[in-house]
């Protein structure tokens, strides 16, 4: 199943010189914390970097 999640084209065009979309050969994916730092944050960190991810 795969998830697509995509900023509203209003705000699209509000914030104009944000970077919204851009090509990659790559396999990535981009965490945030929106929220701050929580109690797992080490643990997620920790658990990429040992995956290399």
Do not use: A
Not at 28 to 39: A, H, R
Request: proline share 4%; net charge positive.
């Amino acid at each position: 199943m795969k998830y697509w999640i995509k900023t509203p084209w209003l705000i699209q065009i509000v914030f104009s010189k944000i970077i919204w979309r851009f090509q990659s050969n790559k396999k990535e994916i981009y965490l945030t914390f929106d929220d701050g730092p929580s109690s797992i944050t080490l643990e997620i960190l920790h658990c990429s970097r040992k995956r290399e991810y």
